[in-house]
């Protein structure tokens, strides 16, 4: 995997998860891997393996209202 398609992937789940208003930590979590990792995706410095989009993807689909950023009533 290049560089370019690394960034390109990690700033896709970051533009994804902002779009559904769900923090790293709590996806993380759903997805069961570490906050940090998550993190170095996003920000292009780690690949992302085919299992982590898998459990990224499934955890998206299924995000709680509650673990949602906004603070609107």
């Known amino acids: ?3 370019e398609s690394r960034t390109a992937i990690g700033v896709r789940i970051a533009e994804v998860r ?3 208003g769900v ?3 709590s ?3 759903r997805a069961r891997v570490s906050s940090s990792l998550l993190q170095k995706v996003e920000r292009g ?3 992302a ?3 982590l ?3 990224v993807a499934a955890a998206s689909a299924g ?3 509650a673990e949602r950023t906004s603070t609107s009533p």
Do not use: D
């Open 49 to 51: 393996s085919p299992s």
């Open 18 to 20: 902002k779009t559904h």
């Open 27 to 29: 996806l993380a979590r």
């Open 63 to 65: 995000a709680e209202p």
């Open 45 to 47: 410095t780690r690949p």
């Open 53 to 55: 989009i898998a459990a």
């Open 1 to 3: 995997m290049t560089g």
């Open 23 to 25: 923090t790293q930590v």
